[in-house]
């Protein structure tokens, strides 16, 4: 192997390297110190000055009561289950979303195509937290919504939707619908239409046609949506944050005050260490999903 394709392959492995390995073993390090007063607010039990003995001393003493205390107390696990049910019905909204705005693009004729991938993307030019605020403008008891509805005769009195669970689920659904309906594009737009019209002249109907040829054809790009809204969502601290209430509760909320409101380093450094650890298995799921669609592909 020539030096230039090992400096290749080395630049993602030293990207991993600094951004996500050393940063993961930092944190790593904090939940595993005691929480102390004082800046930075803990007192870390390893020390590097102290060589090799210091590293078995450290090992020796090891004790997980940052973790213990999260397996106590309700409040953490209850925000990881509801992050994930969030994150899950979230995804599922999407993909009811973005599926038909996929095939629509992909159906649509070619000249249309860009401009329409072009309209999907365009959300992407605004800062993100601006759109949030958008949200909260459009969802507030006095907002665009509300004021439609009301002129239009639908309803008398405004509904609430602002600072409840719903509107968090419609910021998901908003922010991360470009994620859903990209890579679902990208493999119907390969889809060969003589397989449909085979499939139809041998008797299947149109539906029974999308059932049995598309849906089973846009599999993958539809694994890949679903992980790439799942993953962010699940971490998510913003939207609930702006749209959701007291009574939403997501693990990304929690971490921010554990750090910024209550300093307390430890506990939400073993906060985060879970949260990782939970995200690995949607990761590596996709991951094995892309290694097999390579295979195939070959």
């Known amino acids: 192997m020539n030096l230039s394709r090992r400096l290749l392959i080395g630049i993602p492995y030293l990207w991993l390297l600094v951004l996500f390995l050393i940063p993961f073993l930092i944190v790593l390090k904090i939940s595993l110190s005691d929480y102390d007063i004082s800046i930075p607010p803990y007192s870390p039990k390893f020390d590097l000055s102290a060589g090799w003995e210091g590293i078995k001393d450290y090992l020796g003493s090891l004790d997980f009561e940052n973790y213990a205390f999260l397996a106590d107390d309700p409040l953490y696990y209850t925000a990881y289950l509801s992050s994930l049910k969030i994150a899950a019905i979230s995804t599922v909204l999407t993909l009811l979303v973005g599926f038909p705005i996929a095939y629509g693009m992909a159906s649509a004729p070619e000249e249309w195509r860009p401009s329409l991938m072009m309209l999907v993307i365009l959300p992407f030019w605004t800062s ?81 046609a999308f059932w049995l040829v598309t849906l089973p054809l846009a599999k993958p790009g539809i694994i890949a949506g679903c992980f790439l809204v799942f993953i962010p969502a699940l971490g998510e601290f913003v939207i609930p944050s702006l749209l959701g209430g007291s009574d939403t509760l997501m693990i990304g909320k929690v971490l921010w005050e554990e750090f910024f409101s209550n300093r307390d380093w430890t506990v939400a450094s073993a906060v985060a260490i879970i949260l990782l650890l939970i995200l690995v298995v949607p990761i590596i799921l996709f991951q094995r999903n892309e290694q097999k669609q390579r295979e195939a592909a070959k």
């Open 128 to 208: 993100f937290l601006i759109r949030v605020y958008a949200w909260m403008g459009i969802l507030s008891n006095e907002g665009l919504l509300n004021q439609f509805l009301i002129w239009t005769g639908l309803i008398s009195d405004p509904l609430v939707i602002l600072n409840t669970t719903t509107a968090v689920y419609i910021g998901i659904v908003y922010t991360y619908l470009p994620f859903m309906i990209l890579p679902i594009y990208a493999t119907l737009e390969k889809l060969d239409g003589s397989l449909l019209e085979a499939a139809e002249d041998l008797g299947c109907t149109r539906i029974s």
